[in-house]
C-alpha cells in the first residue's frame, strides 16, 4: 500500500514536470534559431576543432567588437545541452564550455531551411558531403545502429499489421524492396508459412552485413534499376526518400517483376489531405521535415491520392488502402 502511495506521488510530481516542460517548450526551438542566427555552431566548429568554448569565448568570437551578455547565451546553451544539440564539458574546474554533440543527425536539423533555399542538395550533404545511407554504410557503427533503429521501430508496427492484414496469404515467393537487415520478411515468413522463398533486396553495401535467416536470401542491388522477380513483392518505409520519378521507376520495376494479378504491397507513412491538430497529423508532417532535411529535399511523406497516381502512372490499375495503422496503412496495388 505504502509502496503504492509513493508510486503514484511520483508519477503525480513527474506529470507536473512534463507539464511544466510543455508550457515552456517554445523555448526550444527559439533558443535554437537565437545561436543560429549568432552563428553559435560555426564559432565552436571552427574548421572542423569543436573545442569546447565557454559562452564568453563564443561571445568573444561572434561579437569581435565586444557586447553580447555570456551568462545569457550559457543559460541558453544550457538548454540545448539537455536536448543534445550541445555537449557541456566541466573539465575546466567546473567552468561551462560547450561543444557540438557527435550525432551526425542533430548537426544537420539546423539546416532545414536550406531545403527551401536550395533543394539540389539534401542538407545532411550540405553538412557531411555525402548523403545519409552512403554514410552510413561507411561506418559499421553506424549500420549497426540503423539495422537496430528500423528493426526497434518496425517490429512493433508489423506484429500488429500481420494481425490485421492477410494478404500474404497464397504467396510462395515474397521480395522485400529496402528490407535492410531482412528481421521483417523473417517476421513474415514466420506468420505466412505458405512464403517458401523470401528475397530480402537491398543496396549491396547495407545488405553485406545482414544476418544469415532461414529461407532468405539477401540480394544486393538498386531498385532504381531492378527489382528480384517474386509472387508479391513488400516494401516498407522506402517510397518517402525517393522522388516522385525514382518512386515511378522503382513501381515501373516493381510491375516488371510481378506475374500477372501479382500484388505490391506497400507500407508507407501515408500524409493526410486536412491540416489539423492532431497527434496523428502533427506526426506525419514532422517526419516529412525529417525526410526533407536528412534524406532527399523532394522525398517526402504522400498522401493516398498522391501514391494512387503514382501507381497508375507505373501501370497499376487497382489500388487499395487499409488503414490498419495511423500512420503505416497498407497500401495495395495490383497488376
Ligand atoms: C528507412 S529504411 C526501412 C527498412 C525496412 N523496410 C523497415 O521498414 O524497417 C529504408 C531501406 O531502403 C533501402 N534503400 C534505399 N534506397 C534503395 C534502393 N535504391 N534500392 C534498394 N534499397 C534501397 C535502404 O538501404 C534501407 O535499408
Not at 69 to 78: P, T, V
Not at 256 to 262: D, Q, S
Request: charged content about 20%; aromatic content about 8%; some cysteine.
Amino acid at each position: 500500500m505504502e509502496n503504492g502511495k509513493v508510486a503514484v506521488v511520483k508519477s503525480q510530481s513527474e506529470a507536473r514536470l512534463a507539464i511544466l516542460e510543455l508550457a515552456h517548450i517554445m523555448s526550444v526551438p527559439t533558443s535554437l534559431v537565437a545561436v543560429l542566427k549568432m552563428k553559435v555552431p560555426e564559432a565552436i566548429w571552427q574548421g572542423g576543432n569543436n573545442t569546447p568554448l565557454s559562452a564568453s569565448q563564443i561571445l568573444s568570437i561572434v561579437r569581435p567588437n565586444g557586447g553580447g551578455d555570456a551568462e545569457n547565451l550559457q543559460r541558453i546553451l544550457r538548454l540545448l545541452t539537455t536536448y543534445a544539440i550541445f555537449a557541456e564539458d566541466l573539465s575546466s574546474n567546473g567552468k561551462r564550455k560547450y561543444s557540438l554533440t557527435e550525432d551526425q543527425y542533430l548537426r544537420a536539423w539546423p539546416l532545414v531551411g536550406e531545403a527551401v533555399e536550395d533543394p539540389t542538395v539534401e542538407p545532411f550533404e550540405k553538412l557531411h558531403g555525402e548523403g545519409a545511407y552512403a554514410y552510413c554504410m561507411k561506418r559499421p557503427d553506424e549500420m549497426s545502429l540503423f539495422y537496430a533503429s528500423m528493426s526497434g521501430m518496425s517490429m512493433p508496427h508489423m506484429n500488429e499489421m500481420l494481425e490485421k492484414y492477410d494478404g500474404f496469404k497464397g504467396v510462395e515467393s515474397l521480395v522485400d524492396v529496402g528490407g535492410n537487415s531482412g528481421v521483417i520478411l523473417n517476421m513474415i515468413m514466420n506468420k505466412y508459412p505458405n512464403i517458401l522463398k523470401g528475397i530480402n533486396f537491398d543496396l549491396p553495401d547495407m545488405i553485406s552485413s545482414a544476418p544469415q535467416l532461414p529461407g532468405i536470401t539477401h540480394v544486393g542491388g538498386d531498385a532504381l534499376e531492378l527489382v528480384p522477380a517474386g509472387d508479391a513483392i513488400f516494401t516498407k518505409w522506402t517510397m518517402l526518400t525517393w522522388t516522385d520519378e525514382e518512386c515511378k521507376k522503382v513501381l515501373q520495376n516493381c510491375y516488371k517483376a510481378l506475374p500477372v494479378n501479382g500484388k505490391l504491397i506497400v507500407c508507407e507513412p501515408v500524409s493526410p489531405e486536412l491540416t489539423d491538430e492532431s497527434q496523428r497529423t502533427r506526426a506525419l508532417l514532422s517526419g516529412d521535415i525529417f525526410i526533407m532535411t536528412m534524406y532527399k529535399t523532394k522525398g517526402k511523406h504522400r498522401t493516398e491520392e498522391q501514391f494512387k497516381q503514382l501507381g497508375i502512372s507505373a501501370g497499376f490499375l487497382r489500388f487499395r488502402a487499409f488503414h490498419i495503422d495511423p500512420y503505416f496503412p497498407v497500401l495495395e496495388f495490383q497488376k
